[in-house]
Nanobody, 123 residues
Framework: EVQLVESGGGAVQAGGSLRLSCVVS????????IGWFRQAPGKEREGVSC????????GYRASVQDRFTVSSDNAKNTFYLQMNSLKVEDTAVYYC????????????????WGQGTQVTVSS
């Protein structure tokens, strides 16, 4: 059974930083993909960043590309989303999601989801 457990959300002021973690277990495919998504109140879930387990494929949403960094520690089966220069509009519930192969920003293409972690950025 695939499981994803996120942590690291919280409340920060604009300009601050947070690092989200996603501990992954249960994948049988060797090069699965992990995506980071977010959903703000009243808005659709949107892809933020994605990374393949081998690290050779990565993607970012344009609005976060210069501020967020996705990475992984395969020894710990953990994926990270480092978020710097946070803005009020980054406020959302952030989710990590998994798929057996490939990466991308379309939520429907991911089969496994974590529980979500709240990120709140105040001005």
């Amino acid at each position: 059974e695939v499981q994803l457990v996120e942590s690291g959300g919280g409340a920060v002021q604009a300009g601050g930083s947070l690092r989200l973690s996603c501990v992954v277990s249960g994948f049988t495919f060797d090069d699965y993909g992990i995506g980071w998504f977010r959903q703000a109140p009243g808005k659709e879930r949107e892809g933020v960043s994605c990374l393949s387990k081998r690290g050779n494929n990565v993607g970012y949403r344009a609005s976060v590309q210069d501020r967020f960094t996705v990475s992984s520690d395969n020894a710990k089966n953990t994926f990270y989303l480092q978020m710097n220069s946070l803005k009020v509009e980054d406020t959302a519930v952030y989710y990590c999601a998994g798929r057996n192969q490939g990466i991308g920003h379309v939520a429907d293409n991911y089969n496994y989801w974590g529980q979500g972690t709240q990120v709140t950025v105040s001005s």
